[in-house]
């Protein structure tokens, strides 16, 4: 089941996505659960299904996506989770410790919405990141790794856009420009993907392989975060975890090559989804 939110005519919905089409839940439905969070929280999946697939679709064509996470969504990251030359410290290899960091409200943007080109120099390293996306479906709190698949609501694909001159005054400088990445099209339900460890990612720049990997490459597994992070601190229906990316990034590259205005992104989860995104307003 592929679950997103959209506006059409100027009214927010929420529901599921099968083909061409987009099934809104009905107004009742809102009422018992304003939004798509409150569906995760309360395990009401298998209600959203009945109760969307029983209204008239409408087309995908017709529709605005929205970000399939809330907006003021949590969105924790991991950094250097796969091999490859890191564009702030190349001679960086497997780190000891698995490396969080923080997404703020704002700076993803939905599937199919312009990215923000930052103004000035941090233009001129304005990078792109393909990541595979955890959507968190129930509460954990200090688990186990075994445990962790149990608490996945489902996969999504994340851009994790970054201004690699800013990461050198901080991570979180670098990470947080306004509309520097996105999120989307959908989440995919955990019960459609039967290994998440076997997921693939490829990034296409202009329609040009930059990126081709395997989660069963990341230095930590899925189930290692997300036990990771429980320990830290309470994950929560809706809760996004970025997992990482790959070899490939503008910063790695040699020659680098960073996003500039009229690029088309695409980053491609065979089973989940294809975010894309054209870079700066045409």
């Given at each position: ?45 298998s209600d959203l299904r009945a109760d969307a697939l029983a209204q008239p679709p409408v087309p995908v ?5 929205r970000l399939p996470i809330h907006p003021a969504a949590r969105v924790i990251c991991v950094g250097i ?106 989440i995919t339900t955990a019960d459609e993907i039967d290994v998440p460890e076997a997921l693939k990612l ?81």
């Amino acid at each position: 089941m592929k679950l997103a939110r959209w506006q059409q005519h100027g009214v927010e919905a929420y529901g599921l996505i099968d083909g061409n089409n987009a099934h809104p839940v009905s107004d009742g439905f809102r009422m018992r659960f304003p939004d798509l969070n409150d569906v995760l929280a309360a395990a009401a999946l298998s209600d959203l299904r009945a109760d969307a697939l029983a209204q008239p679709p409408v087309p995908v064509a017709g529709i605005t996506w929205r970000l399939p996470i809330h907006p003021a969504a949590r969105v924790i990251c991991v950094g250097i989770n796969y091999p490859k030359r890191y564009p702030l410290d190349q001679s960086v290899t497997r780190p000891e410790n698995i490396i969080l960091f923080a997404k703020l409200d704002g700076t993803l943007v939905p599937h199919d919405t312009p990215l923000e080109i930052p103004v000035g120099e941090a233009a001129e390293s304005f990078d792109y990141e393909g990541e595979i996306g955890v959507v968190i479906g129930r509460a954990a709190r200090h688990i186990s790794p075994d445990q962790a698949h149990a608490h996945i609501a489902g996969f999504t694909v994340v851009n994790d856009g970054s201004v690699r001159e800013w990461q050198k005054h901080s991570v979180h400088a670098g990470k947080n420009f306004a509309a520097s990445g996105g999120c989307g099209p959908w989440i995919t339900t955990a019960d459609e993907i039967d290994v998440p460890e076997a997921l693939k990612l490829t990034t296409r720049l202009n329609g040009q392989i930059v990126q081709h990997a395997s989660a069963s490459e990341m230095f930590f597994s899925i189930p290692q975060v997300i036990s990771y992070i429980s320990q830290m601190i309470p994950l929560h229906p809706g809760d996004l975890i970025a997992m990482g990316s790959p070899d490939g990034t503008g910063g790695s590259r040699s020659p680098q090559r960073f996003l500039k205005q009229g690029d088309v992104l695409e980053i491609d989860v065979p089973g989940v989804g294809v975010l894309c995104n054209r870079v700066g307003t045409v």
